[in-house]
């Protein structure tokens, strides 16, 4: 699995309103288990928790279909939470 950190990636996506929601990469990577391609972003929105909301889904990496699409398995979900555990926890460790 590589990872793919984004630097000031910004993307606007529309909701179901038709309003325009700006999001902000926060990485990218490509799964050598499912062969697919995932981005995790945020529209910079607080849970009621206080942390930050954080969306997953497959996209294309060469471009050609520019929809973000669902994830698909729990397995492929498992994978993203343990990626954001990891970088939780490098970040508290460089504090």
Do not use: H, R
């Not at 926060?26 to 981005?39: H, P, Q, V, W």
């Not at 060469?62 to 343990?82: F, R, V």
């Amino acid at each position: 699995m590589k990872e793919e950190p984004i630097n000031n990636s910004v993307f606007t996506v529309k909701d179901e309103n038709g309003n325009s929601i700006e999001c902000e990469v926060l990485f990218t990577f490509e799964s050598e288990e499912t062969k697919k391609n995932y981005i995790v972003y945020t529209d910079n929105q607080k849970e009621e928790s206080g942390a930050l909301k954080v969306y997953a889904n497959i996209y294309d990496k060469n471009g050609t279909n520019k929809n973000l699409m669902p994830i698909e398995t729990e397995e492929e979900w498992n994978t993203i939470e343990s990626i954001l555990a990891k970088l939780e926890e490098q970040k508290e460790e460089n504090k």
